[in-house]
């Protein structure tokens, strides 16, 4: 059983492709627009996969380990790691061969702290074509059925497997026995008590999750006997646009778009990452700022559903120079026009960025410029799993027939915000819940596999 459909369908694919039956069951009647996949970029890494071999970009699992060390200053649970960046390319190409989504890979940006292009996705980038591929994926399958809304609430052990108590909107209960029970109930984010406990730092800004993402894995599993890891770990976003509440993609930034706090003032290096930068513009006066960019960037960011949608609501505003710009943000004019002749010198080669920026592209006239707001989209931090996601107990022993992957089991990011590499909230999502079915494929032939 699957409790959860985000990432926790490519489980039921893989297994019902295996020769397993699968419920699916998900809290929210609604989960198809809620829940965080669906919300998401659907930006998936898929370390040395053929689509980067065609596009002449070489990679491996090596190297994407070698970047979330790099990002995480080595703090990332490296037997996790290390499992997902081995079967990222192999997933996405499972989803393009035997699911059928219509994977491609952007080359023309980088992403924050990934040395190649390795981030796939589909046409849109959108995460609600990605979960509406899945679902079309499940409808054809006679192994899988579908139950929402039922919410796991409570998972027993039982002579086959595991009793998994579900309980619909009304309080009343039923009882399903299973092999197993997949746990891929995502993070804690919309527990605003847990996320004051751990991650304070974030917990005044915007939520932009599923509002189902209420912790219930760490409850479920922790009366199991489950161990749990990294809480205080989590993915913020600094460019949520504060009109549309919608996401203004980073690459606005990665094509030499700048973040200027009210009174006009850069204050870091955006490129380090957009996680990281969240907490930082929390901290600025008045907890937002401004992203600022030109026509070319608009227009490259155009390939972005997200963005396409800021630009409807009219969020995206216009200047034709400087002096307009700084009028727009209500700025001070002559900090703004500092700015902007700084970055160009920087761009030109003249002066380094004084936050140690590598040089970018010079942004020209007309300006644009979205106010964006501080956002914590999903937490981190979750249930211990080994490399076939199975759930580990306090003494690092698996818990029998528990599963976990996506945000409900702790994830590859290292601590805090700044480990978040994009990419780093779909690949357990999917890849745990790829490697559960194999695993659970695998010791269902063969019950010694299951000690492994
Ligand atoms: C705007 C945005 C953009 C993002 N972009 C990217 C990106 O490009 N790349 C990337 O890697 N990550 C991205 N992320 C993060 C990524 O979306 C998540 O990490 C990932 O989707 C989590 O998948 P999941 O399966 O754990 O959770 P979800 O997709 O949220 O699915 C969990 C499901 O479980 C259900 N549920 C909860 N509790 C229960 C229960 N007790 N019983 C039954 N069902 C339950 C929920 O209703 C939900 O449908 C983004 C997130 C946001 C918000």
Redesign the pocket.
């Known amino acids: 059983m699957v409790?959860?459909?985000?990432?926790?369908l490519i489980a039921a694919i893989r297994g019902a492709q295996l020769g397993l039956d699968v419920l699916v069951?998900?809290?929210?009647a609604d989960?198809r627009r809620?829940?965080?996949?669906?919300?998401?970029?659907?930006?998936?890494p898929g370390p040395g996969s053929r689509f980067q071999a065609a596009a002449g970009i070489t990679d491996s699992p090596e190297l994407f380990l070698a970047d979330v060390d790099r990002k995480t200053g080595g703090t990332a649970d490296r037997r996790i790691a290390a499992a997902l960046a081995q079967v990222g390319a192999e997933l996405v190409e499972w989803l393009a061969d035997d699911v059928g989504l219509p994977i491609e890979l952007p080359t023309d940006f980088d992403y924050p702290g990934h040395a190649v292009p390795r981030v796939h996705s589909l046409p849109g980038r959108h995460?609600s074509a990605l979960l509406g591929h899945l679902l079309d994926a499940v409808d054809r399958s006679a192994r899988i059925d579908l139950l929402a809304p039922?919410?796991?609430?409570g998972v027993a052990p039982a002579p086959e497997g595991r009793t998994a108590v579900l309980e619909n909107p009304a309080g009343q209960r039923e009882e399903i026995t299973a092999r197993a029970v997949l746990l891929?109930?995502?993070?804690y984010g919309a527990d605003r008590e847990l996320v004051a406990a751990h991650l304070p730092e974030i917990a005044d800004a915007h939520y932009?999750?599923?509002e189902?993402?209420?912790g219930?894995a760490l409850r479920i599993g922790g009366e199991l006997g489950a161990a749990t890891g990294f809480l205080d770990a989590y993915?913020g976003?600094a460019a949520l646009s504060a009109a549309a509440r919608t996401?203004v993609t980073w690459t606005a930034v990665m094509h030499g778009g700048a973040v200027v706090d009210s009174g006009g003032t850069r204050f870091g290096d955006e490129t380090t990452g957009y996680s990281e930068y969240a907490a930082v513009l929390a901290g600025r006066p008045g907890g937002r700022g401004w992203l600022v960019f030109d026509e070319r960037i608009d227009g490259l960011c155009r390939a972005f559903g997200d963005y396409r949608d800021v630009l409807a609501a009219g969020a995206v505003r216009r200047a034709d120079d400087p002096a307009g710009l700084a009028e727009l943000i209500g700025a001070p004019a002559a900090a703004l026009e500092r700015e902007l002749a700084d970055l160009a010198d920087v761009a030109a080669g003249t002066r380094a960025d004084r936050f140690g920026r590598a040089a970018t592209t010079a942004l020209h006239p007309p300006y644009h410029a979205v106010e964006i707001v501080p956002a914590l989209?999903?937490t981190q931090g979750g249930l211990l799993v080994d490399e076939h996601a199975r759930v580990l107990d306090t003494a690092g022993e698996p818990v029998p027939g528990l599963y976990a992957?996506?945000?409900?089991a702790a994830g590859i990011s290292g601590r805090g915000a700044a480990g978040y590499l994009?990419?780093?909230?779909?690949?357990p999502?999917l890849g745990l819940a790829y490697l559960a079915a194999g695993h659970l494929a695998r010791s269902t032939r063969n019950p010694s596999e299951g000690a492994r």
């Open positions: 409790a959860g459909a985000g990432g926790g069951v998900d809290s929210d989960f809620g829940n965080n996949t669906s919300m998401s970029t659907a930006m998936i995460g039922a919410r796991l609430v891929a109930t995502n993070g932009h999750g599923g189902h993402s209420r219930d993915q976003h996401l989209f999903h992957s996506g945000g409900a994009a990419g780093n909230g779909l690949l999502a």
